[in-house]
């Protein structure tokens, strides 16, 4: 009787342990899901402190562009705090007139001679804005020796005669 006793003792120890290891493991997993990152955990679980100050970890590699945020500010949980930009990959923009646009191919040749810099076309609008009567002509930098940014306003000559002194858009 007294064996059973210790039994039953020992089998609910072992149930409320791997309950709490369980429990622990969905936390851990939370946290993990939240973006804090494993050193922070553990140092949570060996302090059990929290810090006032939040490691912020970007989901992806890259310069952070703009800030949405101050220090101090109350956020929400899902809010964007940075905008983060990977300038090894940039693309031009360009507001091509409709009247050239029909003709540009996929592929096609862009230069913008105030930095040297060389484009192809990847991909053409269907859509003409109808202030300007202008396609948007989306074209991936391959080459660049000068300086580009992002939301900077470039002349930039696309097609054929980007070799030469061809057609110049914004």
Known sequence: ?????????SRASRSANTEAQT????????LAL??????????????RKYSSRVDLVAP???????????????????SALFKIANLARLWLEVQVPVRHAE?????????????????KVVSA??????ANQTVTVRAEIVECPGTLW?????????????ATAGKHWT
């Open 1 to 9: 009787s007294s064996a059973n006793a210790h039994a039953r003792t």
């Open 23 to 30: 429990l622990l493991s969905e936390r851990r997993q939370a």
């Open 34 to 47: 939240m973006g804090m990152t494993e050193a922070a955990i553990q140092r949570l679980q060996k302090t």
């Open 60 to 78: 992806a590699s890259g310069v952070v562009v703009e800030r949405m945020t101050t220090a101090g500010e109350r956020v929400e949980a899902a």
């Open 103 to 119: 003709g540009l191919a996929i592929g096609a040749q862009v230069r913008v001679p105030t930095c040297g810099a060389k484009a």
């Open 125 to 130: 609008g269907k859509n003409v804005d109808v």
């Open 150 to 162: 992002p939301g900077q306003f470039v002349e930039a000559m696309i097609g054929s005669e980007a």
